[in-house]
């Protein structure tokens, strides 16, 4: 079964950085597509970044400029820079759309 572990949430001010990473078991980030969403209170879950196989990538408007989504090893990576009180949410890590992580916590303070 694929199991997926966020880590790297936290609390910062507006326009701080956080690095978030999710290790996937066995070969799933090199092998399948990746992607971060995030889910705010009293919210539908909305997708931020997305990585393919390939290495294709695919942001969000809201995050494009800001948010960098890779790959390093058997983690998939999302660089959160300029941060914004908006970004505060539960980030998810999902495999194929199929698989998600138990997510992490991320708060801009303003």
């Known amino acids: 079964q694929v199991h997926l572990a966020e880590s790297g949430g936290g609390l910062v001010q507006t326009g701080g950085s956080l690095r978030l990473s999710c290790v996937g078991s066995?070969?799933?980030?090199?092998?399948?597509?990746m992607a971060w969403y995030r889910q705010a209170p009293g919210k539908q879950r909305e997708f931020v970044a997305r990585?393919?196989?390939?290495?294709t990538t695919s942001y969000a408007d809201s995050v494009k400029g800001r948010f960098t989504i890779s790959r390093d090893g058997v983690k998939v990576v999302l660089q959160m820079n300029s941060l914004k009180p908006e970004c505060t949410a539960v980030y998810y890590c999902?495999?194929?759309?199929?698989?998600w992580g138990q997510g992490t916590q991320v708060t801009v303070s303003s």
């Open positions: 990585i393919r196989s390939s290495g």
């Open positions: 999902s495999s194929g759309s199929t698989f």
């Open positions: 066995g070969s799933v980030v090199s092998t399948t597509t």
